[in-house]
């Protein structure tokens, strides 16, 4: 493992240099709130934000109503329609965006809990109506991110969004699905990895190499890496980074290696 640690540093200089040659936005570090703006923003450009933000939210709530709701067919069409409101709105969308999917993500963290009618009375106090308490049941029941596999879904959407903002909205749900032995979590944290290993932004890569190194149980990892060895041969990084990228891929997968032909 020294020799990989060795490599570590030394690609340390090549990914900043890598990270200031990636395109543009790409590796923009995304910030709890909305970015700060030097200048009021126009009344046009308030209407399309609104128009916008307004777009996503109705699409992520057609996807969260698949199945019960809606067909297969809307689904995509909602995914595709997230993806394009994503690519063409600002920094403000992006993040509202990026916001709102975290928001659906973080239920996984109540997975464990069965939210049934007593449960939701106590949560919202003994003089709420019973249809209310009704609501909340059904909701709980039906929602699509309230399954493994509507969260499985949006992570994948996640990975298709693709820039360092999604990647790092992955990598904090990653965190938590790597803080459980439960069976769920390991699901979810397969899923994470994968959508890391379909993200183009370097900072997913980083994400992955982090986990190869330092999990116990990274054969998952290590299965992301071989494609993105690929991604990163083809990329237009300069002929230093790629070497220092490659040589640290490299490091890990023969560490990983030689601990299967010495454990079997």
Not at 31 to 51: C, F, Q, V, W
Not at 53 to 59: I, Y
Not at 69 to 79: D, M, T
Request: with cysteine; charged share 30%; aromatic share 8%.
């Amino acid at each position: 493992m020294k020799k990989s640690t060795s490599t570590a540093k030394k690609r340390a200089p090549a990914r900043k240099a890598a990270k200031k040659t990636a395109k543009a936005g790409a590796l923009a570090v995304h910030a709890a709130g909305a970015p700060a703006e030097a200048h009021p923003a126009s009344k046009e450009l308030l209407e399309k934000r609104k128009r916008l933000m307004k777009e996503a939210e109705v699409a992520l709530g057609l996807i969260n109503s698949y199945p019960i709701l809606r067909k297969r067919a809307e689904v995509e069409a909602a995914k595709k329609l997230m993806l394009e409101v994503y690519s063409k709105g600002d920094e403000v969308i992006r993040q509202f965006i990026l916001f709102i999917m975290h928001e659906h993500l973080a239920k996984a963290a109540n997975m464990r809990v069965m939210e049934n009618f007593d449960f939701f009375k106590k949560v919202l106090g003994e003089k709420v109506e019973v249809m209310e308490v009704r609501k909340h049941v059904y909701r709980s029941m039906f929602n699509y991110s309230n399954s493994l596999e509507g969260t499985v879904e949006l992570l994948f959407l996640l990975g298709e969004m693709g820039d360092t903002g999604a990647a790092k909205v992955i990598s904090r749900h990653l965190s938590f699905y790597m803080s459980g032995e439960q069976q769920g979590l390991q699901m979810l944290r397969n899923a994470a990895v994968e959508a890391l290993e379909n993200c183009e932004s370097l900072y997913a890569l980083d994400v992955l190499l982090a986990y190869a190194k330092y999990a116990d149980k990274n054969e998952r990892f290590i299965f992301a890496l071989r494609d993105w060895e690929g991604k990163v041969k083809k990329s237009g990084l300069s002929a230093r980074d790629k070497e220092a990228y490659l040589s640290e891929m490299g490091d890990i997968m023969m560490v990983r290696k030689e601990k299967d032909v010495h454990y079997g």
